[in-house]
């Protein structure tokens, strides 16, 4: 029997990398029974990381979705990548969840990776709660990173759940359980049975006073969200816990505050609480807004879809994952019914897809259960689609639409690739296309000039993987050069010029002429074209023309070859022959007009930034700092957080490369980093020389 709507949860667990995520993936799975044998990332033999490069790694990486089922509900957990070179991925992630569980650790509290994540999660309207992790942890804080999160993220934190002290025995104020604040018990665990045996029980005299005044901050906000509560918590009289659920759970789903909870996943502590709480609080797909979507008619207008069996089928592939066999596709089910042998639409090709098959995702491929229809609200894995990329959206194909598509960051680095052999190069082009389709963060494309095959992508790492996918999963071997950054181009002063095409061709005249202005334009990444020309200086469909001339041409390659940015085009003034001023006279005096205009206007070349986070312990702080300061990096902050020094730096990628090893061995293995793109800013002069040649 299919699940009703509002027993589904579509849920991703959101957190920096090593807080703990897959450990307390680990924990849902075996504590709601979806898997049997408990999990553990430090051996490597974890469900939700079945790609051996992520298990070898320790990190999550490409995301999958698993189900499990909890006090009578169905929780989809799409698993969301914790490492910053995939921003993308968490990106795409949110854009299918209903709600999420946001990880921190107690001991790290909030990194710069979490404050870019709970933006995107902001940005997409994603109710959360919170874990606080780690709590197990020699020096670690619940209410540090609960004001964290509150300051540093500017959450609504709202603790429903307290530490019972904190670190491990020795420390004669260990963390022993935790106390539920709604309830107002003490909540232990059985290490015997892994965790799985917990109790309820009076709280333990010396945390009575912490209790009652974190019990009071809760009522003081749930009280606030409603007259008749606030009058009775006024009169102290008893309030039933069910009324302070449904109240927190509205304001959860509303956005309006974040229920926080705490424990420590690895040792066992507060992971029953927390399905409860996803349960009780986080909202099913009916609770979420209808989603919205271009009918491929532009006439049609906007199209909406409810949450509900009954409308037209729609559906999101947030990820496909490659397989020797088939293609297996991760589908958001928007609306109506996807059937197993049905035929849908690609909004995007125009192409009917065949459904060959759907299965519902246990914990990995093994576990798979084949199902003959899904229903609106639910996840599902689908076979059969070929011409699909990652972010399309299949419908039914009478009533098409295409869902918003999901934005993606420019590629920052790229290095060119050859097969082992030349037998091979037809191969190597195949998995290319492959991984872009998995990938839309990855792209390859051939240099004309050179004929050599140039893979792009979001880091090091990430351009590190994607070789080992193509030798692993593909069984191509591959040389790769060394990977370059990016480059780009800008304006440096404001210049402007006049192309002109003249042409006596067979007895017939061609002619037009342009002027046009070009500026360096800081505020917009993109490249701006306006047309002030005075109305009736060309007919309307040229003028068009024009301005798609121009902004084609200024993304083909600057003076040096590399696509402009951060530049804005005004055309100023035409000349118009009746007869004489066709479209391809347009085109040639518009590309010579801005030609014309780049050359006078000066180069600028810009270089990617990056955001650097470093967390060191103070042994190495002098070494790391002294080695960024070696790679043009600019520290901006340094915080203490426990005995650790958290730097943030923003820093240009070209002096990064190889970095993760260095960090390695002047930490003896102990800082981590992460790093995002932050910007393009102008690349040193010599750099230009260089290429100037
Ligand atoms: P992820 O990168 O967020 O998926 O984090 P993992 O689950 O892989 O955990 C990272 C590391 O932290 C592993 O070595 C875990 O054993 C450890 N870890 C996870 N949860 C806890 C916890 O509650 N307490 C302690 N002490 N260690 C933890």
Known sequence: MPTPLESIRNIGIIAHIDAGKTTTTERILYYSGAQHRMGDVDTGDTATDVDPEEAQRGITIYSAAVTCRWAGKTINIIDTPGHVDFTAEVERSLRVLDGG???????????????????????????????????????????????????????????????????????????????????????????????????????????????????????????????????????????????????????????QLQPTLCGTSLNYIGVQPLLDAVVRYLPSPLDRPPVEGDHPNPKKGRQVRKPSPDEPFAGLIFKIQADKHADLCFVRVYSGKLKSGSRVLNARTGKKELVSQLWHIQSDRRDKIEADEVLAGDIVGVIGPKEVVTGDTLCDPQQ????????????????????????????????????????????????????????????????????????????????????????????????????????????????????????????????VVENKMKPGTLPADLARLAEQEVRERAQSGGRIGYPLMKARFTLLDADYREGETTDFAVQAAASAAVNAALDAAGIVLLEPVMRLEVVTPDESLGAIQGDLNMRRA?????????????????????????YSTQVRSLSQGRASYSMEPLEYAEAPREVLDAMLG
């Open 101 to 255: 569980i946001v990880i921190f650790s107690a001991m790290e509290g909030v990194e710069a990776q979490s404050e870019t994540v709970w933006r995107q999660a902001d940005r997409y309207n994603v109710p959360r709660i919170c874990f606080i992790n780690k709590m197990d942890r020699i020096g670690a804080s619940f209410e540090r990173t609960f004001d964290d999160v509150r300051d540093r993220l500017a959450g609504q934190p709202v603790a429903i759940q307290v530490p019972m002290g904190a670190g491990s025995p020795p420390n004669p104020d260990a963390l022993t359980g935790v106390i539920d604040l709604i309830e107002m018990k003490a909540i232990t665990w059985d290490a015997e049975s892994l965790g799985a045996k917990f109790e309820f029980s009076e709280i333990p005299e010396q945390h009575r006073a912490a209790a009652e005044e974190w019990r009071g901050k809760l009522m003081e906000t749930v009280a606030m969200l409603d007259d008749e509560l606030m009058a009775a918590y006024l009169e102290n009289q008893p309030i039933d816990p069910q009324r302070i659920h449904d109240l927190l759970r509205k304001a959860t789903i509303g956005g």
């Open 400 to 527: 098409p639409v295409l869902l918003e598509n999901i934005r993606f960051p420019e590629t920052v680095i790229s290095m060119a690739v050859e097969p082992d052999s030349s037998a091979e190069r037809k191969k190597l082009e195949e998995t290319l296309v492959r991984l872009a389709k998995q990938d839309p963060t990855f792209h390859a494309k051939v240099n004309e000039e050179t004929g050599q095959t140039i893979i792009s992508g979001m880091g090091e790492l990430h351009l590190e993987i994607i070789k080992k996918r193509m030798e692993r999963d593909f069984g191509l071997k591959v040389k790769v050069h060394k990977p370059r950054v990016s480059y780009r181009e800008t304006v440096r002063h404001p210049e402007e010029a006049v192309g002109e095409f003249h042409r006596q061709a067979a007895g017939a005249a061609q002619f037009a002429r342009l002027r046009l202005r070009v500026e360096p334009n800081p505020v917009d990444e993109s490249i």
């Open 634 to 658: 600019m520290i901006v902050n340094s915080q203490r957080r426990g005995d650790l020094t958290v730097l943030e730096a923003r820093v240009p990628l070209s002096a990064m490369f190889g």
